[in-house]
């Protein structure tokens, strides 16, 4: 099994950045595809980004291509998202997940098993 917490969510003006940070704990974090959604007010949760579990691999949902990074640490059992060029559309609170199978940190397939809590994002413009 695996548990999550996320952190490095807060407020920041348009245009800025932040980190958030995915800790897991359990022993097999490394055999781990991981990914990113996110949930804005009134919205369904959304994919944003994953990364495979050997780091080899990583997929981007198309609105933040080139503005934000995925990125793991194994040995840390962390995984990181990097945010660069904020938009207030980007507000919205960000889980973390993780699931053995690729198409569902994705988001193309059935929820992952495991999830955080979640880390609320707020851009202002």
């Known amino acids: 099994q695996a548990q999550l917490v996320e952190s490095g969510g807060g407020l920041v003006q348009a245009g800025g950045s932040l980190r958030l940070s995915c800790a897991a704990s359990?022993?097999?974090?490394?055999?781990?595809?991981m990914g990113w959604f996110r949930q804005a007010p009134g919205k369904e949760r959304e994919f944003v980004a994953a990364?495979?579990?050997?780091?080899?691999?990583?997929a981007y949902t198309d609105s933040v291509k080139g503005r934000f990074t995925i990125s793991r640490d194994n040995a840390k059992k962390t995984v990181y998202l990097q945010m660069n060029s904020l938009n207030p559309e980007d507000t919205a609170v960000y889980y973390c997940?993780?699931?053995?199978?690729?198409?569902?940190?994705?988001?193309?397939?059935?929820?992952?098993?495991?999830w955080g809590q979640g880390t609320q994002v707020t851009v202002s413009s």
């Open positions: 359990g022993r097999t974090f490394s055999s781990y595809d």
């Open positions: 990364i495979r579990w050997s780091g080899a691999n990583t």
């Open positions: 997940a993780a699931d053995l199978n690729w198409q569902s940190v994705t988001g193309r397939g059935r929820l992952p098993d495991y």
